[in-house]
């Protein structure tokens, strides 16, 4: 006598693996649509902070205090010649401008691709406390903020402080 083998699934054991399967596949599916989703926001991030980087990096290099007979604070930034001129300045929704264009020779044209991004809140000069200026060495001091608001809304801030060069003392600006 021979026993008759069966090979195969019975149809019971079919839908069960379908069933975890597609539960898995799923699983996945979901976590990867999250991943992707979110990829996008490293670099949102980083643009942001750059922009912020280099309005801070602008205002810290120019003159502590008014030159002699230098322009005083507009709303052409071309113009600004010292870090208190930039007190209040902001883009609103405009979005991010250049300074001066060297292709038209207008200035404050809007940037490729920034016009999602924003100086908003306006930019802060401040001149230091007493005990900021302790830890400074007693040097007069200004604390820059610059706020950026990317696309998503997101808003990043830095801080740079921008000492007094004049020897012996610093006019207040």
């Known amino acids: 006598m021979t026993k008759l083998r069966h090979q195969g699934f019975t149809l019971i054991e079919l839908i069960i693996f379908i069933v975890v399967v597609s539960a898995g596949l799923a699983g996945i599916l979901s976590v990867m649509n999250t991943v992707v989703k979110s990829s996008a926001d490293p670099m949102v991030r980083k643009q942001t902070i750059a922009i912020a980087e280099s309005l801070l990096e602008e205002i810290l290099l120019k003159d502590y205090a008014n030159p002699m007979g230098?322009?005083?604070?507009?709303?052409?930034?071309?113009?600004?010649?010292?870090?208190?001129?930039?007190?209040?300045?902001?883009?609103?929704?405009?979005?991010?401008?250049?300074?001066?264009?060297?292709?038209?020779?207008?200035?404050?044209?809007?940037?490729?691709?920034?016009?999602?991004?924003?100086?908003?809140?306006?930019?802060?000069?401040?001149?230091?406390?007493?005990?900021?200026?302790?830890?400074?060495?007693?040097?007069?001091?200004?604390?820059?903020?610059?706020?950026?608001?990317?696309?998503?809304?997101?808003?990043?801030?830095?801080?740079?402080?921008?000492?007094?060069d004049l020897s012996p003392s610093c006019p207040l600006p």
């Open 70 to 164: 230098g322009y005083t604070a507009g709303i052409n930034r071309a113009q600004f010649d010292d870090v208190s001129d930039y007190a209040g300045y902001t883009t609103g929704t405009a979005g991010i401008r250049e300074v001066f264009n060297m292709t038209s020779t207008t200035v404050g044209d809007l940037v490729p691709g920034l016009s999602g991004y924003n100086i908003a809140p306006p930019v802060t000069v401040i001149l230091v406390t007493a005990a900021e200026s302790a830890a400074l060495n007693g040097v007069a001091a200004l604390r820059v903020t610059v706020s950026v608001t990317n696309p998503q809304g997101e808003v990043i801030s830095l801080t740079g402080y921008r000492a007094c």
